[in-house]
């Protein structure tokens, strides 16, 4: 598994749709939004992970290049994915235990949920537990 050593944090400042979740659901997709800055970033969140309504908020903090620590979660999340334009996102955990798809808008368009898709079975996880919307 790897995580986007390059990215611009700039490039997650606004809001995102959910628009996937992997490790089951039982909940409607979420919706995250970034402020601040690349030196500074908050993030307030209500996401359906692993099957639960997951809400908090507060800083994004960088705990390695593209790999995050966010307020209320278990395990860092690791940027898997985003892409060029930064309309679609994808974080996920380094154990596989849960991730999810953000999308600027919804839906998730045919091209970038094949590549969602080829991102995370590359990246280890069981695509059979991937739910997109």
């Known amino acids: 598994m790897y995580s986007?050593?390059?990215l611009d944090e700039s490039?997650?400042?606004g809001?995102?749709?959910?628009v996937g979740a992997f490790g089951g659901v039982g909940c409607a997709p979420g919706m995250a939004e970034f402020t601040g800055n690349s030196d500074a970033l908050t993030i307030a969140y209500s996401l359906c992970l692993s099957g639960q309504v997951v809400s908090d908020n507060g800083s994004f903090s960088r705990v390695g290049m593209?790999?995050?620590s966010a307020p209320g979660l278990s395990a860092d999340?690791?940027?898997l994915w985003i892409d060029a334009d930064a309309r679609t996102l994808v974080l996920g955990t380094p154990s596989g235990e849960f991730g999810f798809v953000l999308n600027r808008g919804a839906p998730l368009p045919?091209?970038?949920a094949k590549a969602v898709r080829e991102i995370l079975d590359?990246?280890?996880y069981d695509?059979?537990?991937?739910t997109l919307w």
Not at 15 to 18: A, G, K
């Open 4 to 6: 986007n050593a390059t």
């Open 11 to 13: 490039r997650l400042i």
């Open 15 to 18: 809001q995102w749709n959910q």
């Open 66 to 68: 593209g790999r995050y």
């Open 77 to 79: 999340l690791w940027v």
């Open 110 to 112: 045919p091209d970038r």
């Open 122 to 124: 590359w990246n280890g």
């Open 127 to 130: 695509l059979s537990m991937l």
